[in-house]
């Protein structure tokens, strides 16, 4: 049986092989990874593939705006603050408006992946809750006043996954659920990750903005077979038996 970071490294490349690159797969392990987790996934990346993870990302062709965010996901798990900075947060948040809704909601690109590039995963959380405490609203909120293309769309998911992943996966789910073959992967990879985390709250999202369990949900949609089995398997599973 695979360790999880072995998975995840496997799911990295699968990520990258697709027809049409699997960039939320990809974002999910950078921004729901500890930063020692991120690091066997990388060393298990190179040994299995022969290969750097980070610099596949780097040269995927074509190129896509999510690629940018994906290179500065990869290097704040390389940020050598271990305690997270009130401080930093309100600077890092003052500078996101200054260069974004501030700005006559131009964002400014490269401000914001020169951010995410420096900081951890828990401390661009705390940036964006205080972009939210200045400002009376969430930093996403500000995205919508704009028009950033593709970068700003890929921006709001990694917000959105970085400050309230158990509403973020709910969402994913459903989407999986209801959507085609694609979708129907990203189903059993997001379950097969998040029972391991949060699937305990994950599912009590879920039941509040659907009203049904993840469970019936899947067997309610999925053709009868094995596979639809096992979905409902790992759905039922509490984080907590993991």
Known sequence: MLDTHERDAIVAREALQQDETNFKALMEIFVGRKSSHVLLIKLAYQKRFRRQL????????????????????????????????HHISKCDARRLYETGEGNLGALDEAVVVEILSKRSIPQLKLTFLSYK????????????????????????MVVKCICNPTHYYAK?????????????????????CRVEIDMDEIKMVFKEKYGKELGDVISESISSCDYRDFLVALAKRSTAST
């Open 54 to 85: 980070d610099q596949d990302i780097i040269n995927m062709d074509p190129p896509h705006p999510f690629q940018k965010i994906l290179v500065a996901l990869a290097a704040s798990h390389k940020a050598h603050q271990v305690d997270i900075s």
């Open 133 to 156: 405490h200045i400002y009376g609203h969430d930093y996403t909120k500000s995205m919508k006043k704009g028009n950033c293309g593709q970068f700003c769309e890929a921006l709001m």
């Open 172 to 192: 994913a789910l459903h989407r999986s659920i209801k959507g085609g073959t694609r979708e129907r992967g990203n189903l059993a990879r997001t379950l097969v």
